[in-house]
């Protein structure tokens, strides 16, 4: 029989505290029990106030009192834990779990949710909607939270009809009060309605899920067309620029023999003709020292005439002119072939040494590293908006009067903008002065447009520019996103190209991170500024 008893009261053995069976049970002055370390820490909150007291009659003590576990009780409540249920058989309703609206003390968790009783039941008391005849013919739903939002807030009935003149549920009063000539139906019946529409909607979903599933196999196919063709390239370039050089190699090889050779004969002609006028010099410096005034005679007219020389008097060659030309030559089909790879984004100039290794190097983190990779920017006074002037070698730009500027295709015509006259690729590295003072400072590609104020032209209001604005805020396709608070005078902005990241930093010796950006960039960058007031300048770096 205690044992029955025991089991009959399982709610006056568990702690209002944590609600569960007590644990190392202790009994406070006041005869409330609780699980010793529940208790505890509801008086550790307690301890600053030196006055502890009980979480349900709300007795004081002072001072904190002594807790013992109270080893009768907790016999008892090891009595119980044999006789209940296994843990699968009590679901309790936890934090975000709809509870049973009959259950008593600790709630178990909905099992169904009843729309025309406006409840949620747990498997018990559930049953009755199970057995009696009338409750079964409500509707249950899974447990929800929301079923009061089908009551009508005015007339407090269930809402059942549909209204579709305010597109709204109503309850049966409202359809013949204020929605009275409204064209009302059954909310059964529009749910039928929209029924169908849910399910035309969903195979158009379906038929374009399978649309973009034939789509993205076409894109894939194309990743591996484009990955096969760009391989056989690079091998065919290979071979081909292989065999250019080669060839270079030899041509400019046999020029230089022969060029060689020909000098060296020449050289030679010249030495015995030297040689050859030196001892005739003698001969005549011997005759003038003769005092034999016949000998003199005789052997002057033969020693006096010199003969045509074998060369001209001077010797005019231009060896360098052949090396010249192949140099120009092969100058020229780089220049062309940059030309075509600028086409498709690729460029050849010195700073795609780091676009190849850029994977194998590590981000830099200080500032010492960072300008490892600093890049000297000027501005291009084509770009510049008519009220921006320029100065310091074109790194400093100020907002100002009216300048009288030429026009020029690449200016911006209304926004007061002006970008840099480098193209940006691999790892670069740069700083701006006076960001403070209503500056943005922005990366582009070269095509944005220029004319007009749409936001086609506008830095950070397109998709082919990024801005860290004054303001604090980065802005990318008219999206602002909050950047950070440890702003400086001085920004530092990253590009590494190849792996898509642009970084903005306050600058200091360990560099505040103020927003990153990781995308894909198809296009070589250029750096932008936009001045509403004041001067910004683009640092040098040493």
Request: proline letters at 3%; aromatic letters at 8%; glycine letters at 4%.
């Amino acid at each position: 029989m205690a044992q029955k008893g025991v089991q009959l009261n399982r709610e006056t053995f568990s702690c209002s505290i944590c609600l569960d069976l007590l644990k190392d049970p202790v009994a406070i002055p006041c005869g409330h029990s609780y699980c010793m370390s529940c208790i505890k820490g509801f008086w550790d909150e307690e301890d600053k106030k030196q006055i502890y007291s009980c979480p349900q009659c709300k007795q004081t003590f002072t001072p904190r009192p002594a807790l013992l576990k109270n080893t009768m009780l907790a016999a008892v409540v090891e009595e119980l834990k044999k006789t209940e249920p296994a843990p699968a058989d009590l679901c309790y309703a936890g934090a975000g779990d709809v509870a049973c609206d009959f259950c008593t003390g600790r709630k178990l968790k909905a099992l169904k949710s009843c729309v025309q009783c406006l409840i949620s039941l747990c498997e018990k008391h559930l049953q009755p909607h199970h057995e009696v005849a009338p409750l079964k013919k409500h509707t249950l739903v899974e447990p929800s939270k929301t079923l009061q939002e089908n009551v009508c807030s005015r007339h407090d009935e269930v809402m059942k009809m549909f209204c579709r003149t305010d597109q709204r549920c109503i309850c049966y009063l409202c359809s013949v009060d204020e929605h009275k000539g409204h064209d009302t139906v059954s909310a059964a019946a529009e749910r039928s309605e929209r029924q169908r529409e849910l399910e035309g909607s969903r195979q158009k979903i379906q038929q374009r899920i399978q649309d973009r599933k034939k789509d993205l196999k076409l894109l894939q196919q194309e990743v591996e067309d484009i990955n096969g063709s760009a391989d056989k390239a690079v091998e065919h370039s290979e071979e081909i620029f292989t065999e250019l050089i080669r060839l270079v190699k030899q041509q400019l090889r046999s020029q230089q023999q022969t060029e060689v050779s020909r000098l060296r004969k020449l050289q030679e002609e010249l030495q015995q003709e030297i040689a050859e006028l030196k001892r005739r010099d003698a001969e005549l410096k011997k005759l003038s020292h003769t005092d034999d005034h016949n000998q003199f005679l005789q052997n002057f007219p033969a020693l006096s005439q010199l003969g045509e020389p074998t060369h001209s008097s001077s010797v005019n060659t231009h060896p360098l002119r052949c090396f010249e030309d192949v140099t120009a030559a092969v100058s020229e089909v780089r220049d062309k072939l940059q030309d075509v790879l600028r086409e498709t984004n690729v460029s050849l100039m010195g700073t795609e040494v780091d676009v190849l290794l850029s994977d194998s190097k590590p981000e830099p983190k200080t500032r010492a590293e960072f300008l490892k990779y600093s890049r000297q920017i000027t501005l291009d006074p084509n770009t510049a908006h008519t009220q921006l002037v320029l100065s310091e070698g074109n790194r400093k730009v100020t907002r100002t009067d009216h300048q009288l500027y030429s026009d020029h295709p690449d200016r911006f015509t209304d926004w007061a903008q002006v970008l840099s006259r480098e193209s940006l690729t691999g790892r670069c590295y740069w700083e701006v002065e006076g960001v403070r003072g209503n500056v943005d400072v922005a990366v582009t590609y070269k095509n944005i447009s220029r004319v007009g104020r749409s936001d086609e032209c506008r830095f950070g209001s397109n998709d082919k520019s990024w801005l860290l604005g004054y303001n604090g805020y980065y802005c990318y396709n008219s999206v602002q996103t909050y950047a950070s608070s440890n702003w400086r005078s001085r920004i530092g902005v990253y590009l590494d190209h190849s792996a898509g990241i642009l970084s903005f930093y306050g600058v200091t010796e360990t560099m505040n991170l103020l927003y990153t950006v990781q995308t894909t960039f198809t296009q070589p960058l250029y750096a932008g500024l936009c001045l509403y007031q004041s001067t910004a300048e683009f640092c040098k770096l040493k």
